[in-house]
């Protein structure tokens, strides 16, 4: 086929005749016809995920008082928010804890409330108490403020998410005899669940998993709004693990850093939530349209969930202590089917990650496309790919007063 372009594939959107698929729906054309024929047939293929994004928060500017006041400690309903920035600028990240919240001093923690709770209710138009300390300027004379404020009170509010999207993440277990509260969830005792966070074949970077379309610029579904990708996330190391015979070479670790306008998002898809002796999270739902410019595009973004697989991690004492390996691997399909085998065990199987949301947000994608009210964003750059050769690097322990020497 000749590859077709952005520009190409904008035009036919904006004349209402491009063809757009949902991933599951490309799944079962390349079934029907085969790679070629749906490569030349499709123009763009949307995706989603909808599950907790730890690495999540939003910035604001809330607009002067009289007489000003430049922001030294800030708190939006009892959560802190971090200050550093211009006078009434701060950011808000979604684990953020109130400095009363126990923690997990009576084990498990609840944490029923945290920087997800107050981002989803700015979201959901309710009200949120702003309080703020600061230390006094002649140009910023008032030293302390406390009021209420809604989303459509202040200037800018702007998700910014240095994390999210998470290419293909573990499926965690938990070997030891005593039951553990993780990101992951509860995980019982002697490999008695395994919990896994990814929407396999509606996974976003698994349909594009060279970053051969994703990159600065790219046009999102975000948290029910239109957002973009802004940089390649935190932990971006698209490398290539080894997997089964006969599985797809699809890289693992990549990640995105994405943005968007707080006051078109809804609550249905920014969900303040609480992870039971871990902490406060948020739930982001993402969605990302996938132009088909060849063949080997349509490869990709047509893989099931029977041919990507997750690692399986025993969260007992691998993942803590930052231990290399894994138990093995095992099929989305098999994750999906409720249970695994893992070291000649039967377990029962659960997702984090929403399945039913991500397809929905997927259709939602399609509509937007497929009615003109979204373009595809090309990208000024993409993003790095396994060829780029990143290497995660680790924080280890030095002796401080010889490396000062």
Request: net charge neutral.
């Amino acid at each position: 086929m000749r590859d077709k372009t952005f520009a190409v594939i904008n035009e036919k959107i904006k004349a209402g005749k491009a063809v757009v698929v949902t991933a599951e729906e490309l799944i079962a054309l390349v079934q029907e016809k085969g790679v070629s024929r749906a490569a030349q047939e499709v123009d763009v293929v949307t995706t989603g995920t909808f599950a907790p994004m730890c690495s999540s928060g939003a910035y604001f500017n809330f607009g002067h008082s009289a007489p000003r006041i430049k922001f030294n400690r800030v708190w939006l309903n009892g959560v802190p928010a971090y200050a550093g920035l211009a006078a009434v600028d701060c950011y808000l990240g979604a684990t953020a804890l109130p400095e009363e919240d126990p923690l997990n001093k009576n084990h498990p923690g609840e944490f029923r409330y945290g920087g997800g709770h107050v981002i989803e209710d700015f979201v959901a138009r309710r009200p949120v108490r702003l309080k703020a300390l600061g230390y006094g300027t002649d140009c910023y004379p008032r030293r302390e403020i406390e009021t209420v404020v809604t989303l459509d009170d202040i200037n800018e509010a702007v998700l910014f998410n240095p994390r999210n999207a998470y290419q293909n993440y573990a499926c965690a277990v938990n070997t030891g005899p005593r039951t553990l509260y993780t990101y992951m969830g509860v995980l019982k005792p002697n490999l008695g669940n395994a919990h896994y966070s990814t929407s396999g074949q509606l996974s976003p970077l698994l349909k594009d998993p060279y970053f051969r379309t994703i990159g600065i610029g790219t046009r999102i579904f975000l948290g029910g709004g239109i957002g973009y990708v802004v940089w390649n996330g935190t932990q971006h190391f698209p490398s290539l693990p080894p997997l089964p015979e006969g599985a797809p070479r699809v890289p693992a670790g990549g990640t995105l850093a994405v943005l968007g306008d707080l006051k078109q998002m809804s609550p249905q898809w920014l969900r303040g939530t609480s992870m039971l002796g871990y902490g406060a999270t948020l739930s982001v739902g993402i969605g990302i349209p996938i132009p088909i410019l060849s063949e080997e595009i349509c490869y990709y973004a047509s893989r099931t969930d029977a041919e990507l697989y997750a690692p399986i991690i025993d969260y007992a004492e691998a993942y803590p202590n930052r231990k290399p390996g894994n138990l093995g691997f095992v099929s989305y399909a098999a994750l999906k089917s409720g249970r695994i085998t893992v070291g000649g065990k039967e377990v029962p199987t659960a997702p984090l990650s929403s399945y039913v949301k991500a397809r929905e947000i997927a259709i939602i994608l399609k509509t937007w496309i497929a009615t003109g009210r979204f373009l595809l964003g090309e990208p000024v750059q993409l993003l790095p790919g396994p060829d780029a050769g990143i290497v995660a690097r680790t924080l280890e322990i030095r002796d401080t007063e010889r490396s000062e020497r």
